[in-house]
């Protein structure tokens, strides 16, 4: 099983957060901590993922709201990076000034190049930082699967969502198809 880095989003996932209860209770899982959660600075937290993630090749990525932009931004950057897959939940649309907080704006233009690793993108009918249908069209840009969930908010703490089960499903599908995926490559060889 890979390791799982948990990448928040600005104001880094609180306590009651469901990435918090994921990383408490997945004996791989780690979070990828930022110096300054509440002042996202773009360079600063690329650097920090990249590190992460050489730190732990061929690890999963669980990001929240703006760590999914985070990812791409990382992917652009350092597209020598070993990745297994990644979880990409209620990206926050840093391209839309009007509905994301200005910190956020750092983080655009959002890049929309296809991800080389398995990914989802779980979004929300009623988020309030990412219309469905935007979120829909960068799953798609991404080359992800697609999960709608309905009616959920921006997925966080202030939506309800502390321990979130269906998201532990959804990861844990995620990384048993990349898990049958490598085996049968490594059986191929």
């Known amino acids: 099983m890979p390791l799982i880095l948990i990448i928040p989003g ?38 920090t993922l990249a590190a992460a993630i050489e730190a732990a090749p061929g ?12 990812i791409a931004h990382v992917v652009r ?18 391209d839309a000034r009007s509905s994301v907080a200005e910190p956020l704006h750092e983080f655009a233009p959002l890049p929309l190049a296809r ?18 249908n935007r979120a829909r069209e ?22 309800g969502f502390g321990r979130w089960s269906l998201g532990e499903e959804i990861l844990d599908d995620l990384t048993s198809a990349q898990a049958q995926r490598q085996k049968r490559s490594a059986g191929a060889s």
Do not use: Y
């Open 77 to 94: 950057e350092r597209p020598d990076l070993q990745v297994d897959a990644a979880l990409l939940v209620a990206p926050a649309d840093v």
């Open 115 to 132: 991800l080389p690793f398995r990914s989802v993108v779980v979004a929300s009918s009623n988020d309030p930082f990412m219309a469905i």
């Open 138 to 159: 960068i799953a798609g840009a991404w080359g992800s699967d697609f999960v709608n969930v309905g009616r959920c908010g921006h997925i966080n703490v202030a939506s």
């Open 10 to 47: 600005l104001g880094g996932s609180g306590e009651h957060h469901w990435q918090t209860h994921l990383e408490r209770t997945r004996p791989r899982a780690a979070r990828v901590h930022q110096a300054d959660w509440d002042r996202p600075e773009r360079k600063a937290w690329t650097e």
């Open 59 to 70: 690890a999963v990525l669980v990001a929240h709201s703006l760590g999914c932009a985070l």
